[in-house]
């Protein structure tokens, strides 16, 4: 049972180039989260899903797009990437109901932007 | 504006003792909160939970206190051990759809040796 899988797991980019990152989970979540990690800010969510072809803006969506075509996965796109988009990223799910409140975390990835 | 806060960036603790992490929050609807620990180059793990109908829950080495009315919540490891080791998250919940989850800057506890 793997979880929650991130690729890539490093990743260097110039300003100005694109790229995605992909999440995919294996124990059938309807809910899946990205957020970034940065030094004193703490976790801060991006963008988030409800469930399949669903999506809505978290607390710092901007600069960022996402897509979630199949249940499984979750996609955060940079179009055009920031210096200020360097951070490690973390893609996260959770099952439906009351008691489901735990989130299942993927290792990360680390993303700098030059 | 910060809904979950961990005021302390850091705390060592010698090994055998406790080690007190705590939590404040401002978002009167917050309604489930969790501890998450982190090890380098990990995501966060999920450690414990609390409900807000209740004010303490146990789990081996670790008690998580919710103290409703002061809005703060605090994590309890007796006895620290040196694989504690790690950045420890404050997060919450409120009622919703999706209960997004809000999370502290972390604490970085130190279990010396």
């Known amino acids: 049972n793997a979880g929650v899988t991130q690729t890539p797991k490093f990743r260097v980019l110039k300003t100005g180039q694109s790229m995605t990152l992909l999440c995919a989970q294996d124990?059938?979540?309807?809910?899946m989260y990205w957020y970034r990690q940065d030094p004193g800010m703490g976790l801060r969510l991006i963008h988030y899903?409800?469930?399949?072809?669903?999506?809505a803006k978290g607390e710092v969506p901007d600069g960022y797009n996402v897509s979630r075509l199949k249940k499984q996965n979750f996609l955060l796109g940079l179009e055009s990437a920031a210096p200020s988009q360097t951070s490690v990223y973390f893609c996260?799910?959770?099952?439906?109901?009351?008691?489901?409140?735990?989130?299942?975390f993927g290792a990360g990835s680390r993303l700098t932007v030059l | 504006d910060q809904q979950v806060k961990q005021n302390s960036p850091s705390l060592s603790v010698q090994e055998g003792r406790i080690s007190i992490l705590n939590c404040d929050y401002t978002?009167?609807?917050?309604?489930?909160f969790l501890w998450y620990k982190k090890y380098p180059a990990e995501g966060p793990t999920f450690l414990i939970s609390?409900?807000?109908?209740?004010d303490k829950n146990e789990d081996g080495r670790f008690t998580v206190f919710l103290n409703k009315s002061a809005k703060h919540l605090s994590l309890h490891i007796v006895p620290s051990q040196p694989g504690d080791s790690a950045v420890y998250f404050c997060?919450?919940?409120?009622?919703?759809?999706?209960?997004?989850?809000?999370f502290g800057i972390g604490t970085k506890l130190q279990v010396i040796p």
């Open positions: 899903s409800v469930g399949e072809g669903t999506t």
């Open positions: 978002n009167s609807m917050f309604d489930y």
């Open positions: 609390i409900s807000s109908i209740k």
């Open positions: 997060a919450a919940s409120e009622l919703g759809g999706y209960q997004k989850v809000t």
């Open positions: 996260a799910s959770r099952g439906r109901g009351r008691g489901a409140n735990v989130l299942t």
């Open positions: 124990m059938n979540h309807e809910y």
